[in-house]
């Protein structure tokens, strides 16, 4: 039987002037739609479980297979066997490594893929999705909101699929140089659109668009994290690191660094099919909304987000809180108002989360290369350094940290830090060179709605 999906705001019946959904969707119906229609998040009504035989049969094995042994767990009612193989197979064409630091601690190298980030996993595998389950003849417009890599991710995964027009809202003033170039140079069907405002504030058009009812004929889409068809995805690479290292049912440790929590979802998602994560880390930068809440028990957004050197992890409230909340028996709103709190003791039975300052990041990548010659940039050394926090001092555990985008990436930090300069992946060879411009708009969403209506005259 398939899966179904429910909003996360389907029981604030009492809020005025929202509308519950308490109906369910469709896979189908909640990878095309990405919002719920009254601004919740969807998720699904079973959590299939995964045998540990069959994780461990896949030691050793492409990671496209792992790829198919979760994603058929909750699309077996949904895709046909053969369109999903197809679609894996075409997506993961590039390595997955796990490299050896120290001990019995690992970092799984999400940054080999087009555009050198993690986003890449679930975009390539979402724009195929979509264009597999897309009515014949109708147009989709992806509107996303992007704090460094999402976009450029997205963008590249979507640039000219027939059929599909993307728009990237991204901060100005806080992406990187190379993000940008990779953002603006994308082209064609993809629009980077360059906001004068902050990454939360991204989020909140996006979110503000999908719930217009005078944009509907556009038929807006999600590739946010908002949209389950991004948190798919991400609950495979934890398998397949765990089938890769892991021993006879032994528990692991994943350190996850963490913005808008749709990485770390995918983390507890897999938990919840059964693989024997001991803990979930959930490192943050100065945006210590989530850390305080579990420390404190009273949850408060951060607004403005305060910029960091891990940019991407810049948000002040974190879409997938919704999600988390959820799992654990809560509710929150896209706002940041908590309608009802989660079980906080069973949450930090399995999640503990910290906040790295901007000095410990610099710190960290400085200690991590002088002790093992390994090169992390600012996200990646926040994941570690939430690691070494963690387990202060009991280094018996097996860990995996997540590196989520390449240093080359962020050769100023690198360069001023290290002394070297990071050198680039074959996807970046000619990053440099590419051409291309935003559209500047303010943070204003009568200006977004305007271009988006724009865009509708054209088609």
Not at 143 to 149: E, I, K, M, P
Not at 350 to 364: A, P
Not at 415 to 421: A, D, F, V
Request: overall charge negative; glycine content about 8%; aromatic content about 8%.
């Amino acid at each position: 039987m398939a899966i179904r999906y429910y909003s996360t705001n389907r029981n604030l019946s009492f809020v005025e002037g929202l509308k519950p959904f308490k109906e369910t969707v469709t896979f189908r119906e909640a990878l095309l739609q990405g919002q719920a229609p009254d601004e919740g998040l969807f998720m699904p009504d079973t959590i299939p479980l995964l045998n540990l035989g069959g994780i461990a049969s896949l030691k050793g094995k492409p990671y496209a297979e792992t790829a198919k042994f979760v994603a058929r767990a909750f699309l077996h009612g949904d895709v046909p066997s053969s369109v999903l193989s197809h679609i894996i197979e075409d997506a993961y064409n590039f390595p997955v490594p796990l490299e050896h630091v120290t001990q019995r601690k690992y970092i799984l190298r999400l940054d080999q893929g087009p555009t050198s980030s993690f986003k890449d996993f679930a975009a390539r595998m979402m724009a195929r999705l979509m264009s597999a389950l897309r009515d014949e003849g109708q147009n989709l417009h992806v509107l996303v909101a992007t704090s460094g890599d999402t976009g450029s991710a997205v963008g590249d995964a979507f640039h000219n699929v027939s059929g599909i027009r993307v728009t990237i809202l991204y901060p100005r003033h806080e992406v990187s140089g190379r993000q940008k170039k990779q953002l603006d140079s994308i082209g064609d069907n993809v629009q980077a659109i360059s906001l004068d405002g902050k990454f939360d504030q991204c989020q909140d058009l996006v979110k503000e668009a999908f719930a217009d009812p005078e944009l509907a004929p556009l038929h807006l889409t999600s590739a946010n994290s908002i949209n389950f068809g991004r948190i798919l995805p991400q609950m495979i690479y934890y398998v397949y690191a765990y089938a890769q290292l892991a021993a006879g049912g032994e528990e692991i440790v994943f350190s996850v660094p963490s913005g808008n929590f749709g990485n770390a979802l995918g983390c507890e998602f897999a938990r919840r099919m059964g693989l024997p994560v001991a803990k979930l880390v959930m490192p943050v930068n100065e945006n210590e909304e989530f850390p305080r809440y579990l420390t404190e028990g009273v949850y408060q957004k951060i607004s403005p987000s305060i910029s960091c050197l891990s940019n991407a992890m810049n948000v002040g409230h974190p879409s997938n809180l919704a999600r988390f909340f959820d799992l654990f028996g809560g509710t929150v709103d896209r706002t940041g108002h908590v309608h009802v709190y989660p079980d906080r003791e069973e949450m930090k039975k399995h999640i503990f989360s910290v906040s790295v300052t901007d000095q410990e990041t610099k710190d960290t990548i400085n200690q991590v290369y002088r002790d093992y010659g390994v090169i992390l940039e600012p996200h990646g050394a926040v994941a570690w350094r939430g690691l070494e926090r963690y387990l202060a001092g009991n280094d018996d555990a097996l860990c995996v940290c997540l590196e989520t985008a390449h240093p080359a990436k962020f050769p100023e930090e690198v360069e001023e830090l290290l002394r070297l300069t990071p050198e680039l992946p074959p996807a970046m060879q000619d990053i440099d060179a590419k051409q291309g411009e935003a559209l500047n708009l303010p943070a204003s969403y009568d200006a977004l709605k305007d271009y988006l209506l724009k865009t509708r005259q054209e088609e």
